[in-house]
């Protein structure tokens, strides 16, 4: 069933997207796919190659067992098909980057098949989207333009780096959906730890096919858009392209089928090349693998040996600490934050508060984080220490507004909550007698608003709960003085 939020309107009526994305995730692995060379990032140019990364005659390739076992790993948690049967393949074309003339890839047996991934939409909105396939490559190596004028250098650290490609279905319909796809993709792949997701440093890349089509029409011919590297300039380039394909069709033109490039500073794809077909890469077996196959115990074990991954997760924050779907989304979307967040509302005879938790880390937590350009990881305050001061709030050793400012020195100086609010005196008045004090002294300075009050001016309520705030230094327990100052008003 057609969305009608999701069709563009055009000159000539409306028009449907088609959106599929195959992305280059690498595998989390100390060596490459098929040699003992290292894979850290940012090592010296070429300090990172072996004789069989840099097309040395007669190297043969040894399949990296580990890379394997992640790329299974990656297919289970994307609840798809474990081939115990595959092939590698040889995918011939020149680059000068690329030092064997070809690639080791996967193309008609790869070693996982269909799954599914459940994208998370705003307003709660869900939907399924389709995997085609996971197939296992080599990295090419790179080629680098901006070193001298007139010539490429290369670096072949990269070439024979383990990368899963993670080729979608064209179930998606829009740039929101596939900026959802690219971020529940990569919060699992980092929970399973089979890839850290880094776009920025090109350990997750996102080549974007894109098409038109009159509504629940033929498919429209398609363009793909090489080497995305934020999700933001996925979506971006999505909605820019999609109006140039209209645009083209409307005016009478045709769209070509072609490989394009996202220029980041003008905002608008350009073309590279004419998009290959499967025949140009004249694909056959490779003759040095032999056909990988694995034992079904082996995979059963990998599988029972997965983490609580985000959607089950997810489901057990709703039902075991009663929190929103919304929030415990926002809490779960990273591995590090759900982790935070379970050490935290844990902490402590009984636990805490779960929702209160949960609102201090949304709220307070990540809004300083965001200013201070810090991870959860990097944060000042510990789990733990949020935990505690979430209890100083409920057992009324400080009220809310004082934790904010407890909260603001923690994440200063790291401080425990308990250690700032014994030497700040920062704990509550809960004494009635001094609550009582401090009220009747505030009415006899005012009474003239007193009378204004019992005459009717009930927003002066405000103005005496302020005012007894102020003289207690803002540690009268409000709901205590509330009580009392109703008391005494209607007295």
Not at 109 to 137: A, F, M, S
Not at 172 to 185: D, F, I, P, T
Not at 349 to 361: E, H
Not at 421 to 431: F, P, R, S
Request: glycine share 10%; with cysteine.
């Amino acid at each position: 069933m057609i969305d009608e939020k999701n069709l563009i309107e055009g000159k000539t009526g409306k028009w449907e997207v088609i959106l599929g994305l195959e992305v280059h995730a690498q595998v989390i692995s100390n060596s490459k796919l098929f040699s003992g060379a290292a894979t850290k990032f940012g090592a010296e140019p070429n300090t990172q190659v072996s004789l069989v990364d840099a097309g040395f005659p007669g190297m043969l390739p040894v399949i990296n067992e580990y890379c394997i076992e992640q790329a299974v790993k990656t297919g289970l948690g994307l609840n798809a098909e474990i081939n115990l049967k595959s092939v590698f393949d040889r995918k011939n074309y020149f680059y000068a980057d690329l030092p064997q003339g070809y690639q080791i890839s996967q193309y008609l047996q790869p070693i996982v098949g269909k799954g599914t991934i459940i994208l998370d939409l705003p307003e709660g909105r869900r939907r399924e989207v389709g995997i085609t396939r996971l197939h296992l490559e080599q990295d090419a190596g790179k080629s680098l333009h901006d070193q001298h004028p007139t010539k490429t250098y290369v670096d072949l650290n990269r070439s024979g780096v383990a990368l899963m490609e993670i080729v979608s279905e064209p179930d998606m319909r829009n740039s929101e959906e596939a900026a959802a796809y690219l971020r529940k993709l990569r919060s699992i792949l980092r929970y399973l730890g089979t890839c850290d997701g880094n776009m920025d440093e090109g350990s997750m890349r996102c080549d974007v096919n894109v098409s038109v089509r009159k509504p629940g029409g033929e498919l429209g011919t398609r363009c793909e858009i090489k080497n995305v590297n934020s999700i933001r300039f996925v979506a971006a380039a999505i909605e820019y392209e999609a109006r140039r394909q209209i645009e083209v069709i409307e005016d009478g033109g045709s769209i070509l089928q072609e490989t394009r490039l996202w220029d980041t500073n003008k905002g608008i794809t350009r073309s590279m090349r004419s998009k290959e077909h499967a025949h140009d890469y004249r694909y056959f077996p490779d003759p040095d693998l032999l056909p990988l196959k694995l034992d079904a115990d082996w995979v059963a074990k990998l599988k029972a040996g997965l983490p609580e991954l985000p959607d089950p997760k997810r489901t057990r924050f709703t039902s075991e600490f009663g929190l929103s779907d919304y929030d415990a989304g926002v809490l779960v979307a990273e591995k590090e934050t759900a982790d935070y967040y379970e050490v935290a509302v844990g902490s402590g005879p009984g636990g805490r508060d779960a929702k209160l938790t949960a609102n201090w880390v949304i709220s307070e937590l990540f809004g300083l984080l965001n200013k201070s350009g810090k991870s959860i990881e990097q944060s000042p305050v510990s789990a733990q220490h949020l935990g505690e001061l979430v209890g100083l709030i409920q057992d009324n050793t400080i009220s809310g507004r004082i934790a904010k400012d407890v909260f603001a020195e923690m994440f200063e100086t790291g401080k425990a909550p308990a250690k700032i609010v014994d030497e700040k005196g920062l704990k509550q008045v809960t004494d009635t007698g001094a609550i009582d004090q401090a009220i009747d002294d505030i009415l006899a300075k005012n009474a003239d608003k007193v009378a204004e009050y019992k005459s009717g001016k009930d927003k002066l309520f405000g103005f005496f709960v302020g005012q007894v705030m102020k003289a207690t230094a803002g540690k009268a327990n409000p709901a205590m003085l509330n009580e009392r100052l109703k008391a005494k008003l209607g007295a």
